[in-house]
């Protein structure tokens, strides 16, 4: 996303973030410009789960004349967006690629790695997954402009790995991304969460005491801010547990659980994760 439009989002108040696309909406003359704007409202109303409204916005875009550049690629990314949440990732992937495609020809390197990222999230298999992260992560690499997005990416990517058990890919993938966030210090909540997967992975591998510091840094910041994170807590509880600090990981486990089961009501039903979470409070 250019800076111009980005600059505009708080994915935490939709309300607010309609308000200043609309404002911009009215002081745009150029048809390009407009259609782009048009793109991020029918975001918004896709996150809002009103997908019809989306591509409403979205042929509006498209009757302003947007037929190359950026405009035309925004246009593509945000209507897959919009089957993607409505789940049809099979209609969204097309449309990814498209968007990739217009992006890098016009040179658009934020919205070229954007739509890579969209399509690795739409792609039917694991190793369409990695083939697409890491042409995201490449252009994060090479163009300030996409710099941004190698922290999703390789959280992404660190992420696959950890899931296909091969935890010190996930581990390296991890570690670089926590590398990317730390390059913004003024957005602590991406690096906490960075520390935490860098945490997983490093107890997956039995380095329990290089994990502990990140994770309890990860638990105070969020404390820090009055949002205390349940899986944060659960976490370190798994940290203390196995490096035999059974009174540290009692109280974190007591911590996570009703902040968990606030999170997701069905945590309290999955047998194997509540019921370890339970025996670790029970000391």
Known sequence: MT??????????????TEERFRALLAKETS??????????????????????????????????????????AWIDLERGRL?????????????????????????????AADSAH???????????????????IALGDEHEEAAYWAGPLLNNLGWGHYEAGEHELALDAFQRALAAREREPDKPGPIA??????????RALGRYDEAIPLLEQAVAWAESVGAPDGWFHEELAEEY????????????????IPLLVEADPSFADDDERAARLRALAAG
Do not use: N
Not at 43 to 67: K, S, T, W
């Open 193 to 202: 969460i960075a520390r935490y997967a860098v945490g997983k992975a490093l």
């Open 118 to 136: 969209m399509a690795a999230l739409a792609a039917p298999d694991r190793a369409s997954f990695v083939a697409w992260t890491t042409r995201g």
């Open 241 to 256: 547990a196995a490096v035999g600090r059974t009174a540290d990981a009692r109280t974190q486990a007591e911590l996570a």
């Open 31 to 72: 048809a390009d410009r407009r259609a782009a704007v048009l793109t991020q409202l029918a975001r918004v109303d896709g996150l809002r789960g009103d997908f019809a409204a989306g591509d409403q916005l979205l042929d509006e875009a498209e009757e302003l004349g947007a037929r190359g550049g950026a405009a035309a």
């Open 83 to 111: 089957r993607r949440s409505s789940g049809d990732p099979g209609a969204a992937l097309p449309l990814f690629e498209s968007a990739h495609t217009r992006a890098v020809d016009a040179g658009e390197w934020f919205l």
């Open 3 to 16: 800076d111009r439009l980005r600059a505009l989002w708080d994915f935490g108040d939709l309300d607010a």
